[in-house]
Nanobody
Framework: QVQLVESGGGLVQPGGSLRLSCAAS????????MGWFRQAPGKEREGVSW????????YNADSVKGRFTISRDNAKNTVYLQMNSLKPEDTAVYYC???????????????????WGQGTQVTVSS
């Protein structure tokens, strides 16, 4: 069965860095766009970044542009989110998700993602 397992979250001071990992199993990662989302307490889940199946295209939300980098290693069935210059407003539970193959294209629309991990907590605080 399809499984996505996030790791790498934790407590970090403002300005610090973390690298999140998403280990995928039960499907061929090469065929799918993958995304990272986050949800802060009392807020809706929002898209952070996506990466196309061949890593040829990526997207970062304006709020993380220049600070976060999404990448993937299909041979290791893993997707990463490198987060630098972290701010308190980045505090949230971070989820990775698999985008459906249809409709074609790439986006951060939640209903276009069909499998989600359990999430990993990121807390940015001094």
């Amino acid at each position: 069965q399809v499984q996505l397992v996030e790791s790498g979250g934790g407590l970090v001071q403002p300005g610090g860095s973390l690298r999140l990992s998403c280990a995928a199993s039960g499907f061929t990662l090469d065929f799918y766009t993958m995304g990272w989302f986050r949800q802060a307490p009392g807020k809706e889940r929002e898209g952070v970044s996506w990466i196309s199946s061949d890593a040829g295209a990526t997207y970062n939300a304006d709020s993380v542009k220049g600070r976060f980098t999404i990448s993937r290693d299909n041979a290791k069935n893993t997707v990463y989110l490198q987060m630098n210059s972290l701010k308190p407003e980045d505090t949230a539970v971070y989820y990775c998700a698999r985008r459906k193959r249809v409709p074609r294209g790439n986006s951060m629309r939640l209903n276009e993602y069909d499998y989600w991990g359990q999430g990993t907590q990121v807390t940015v605080s001094s």
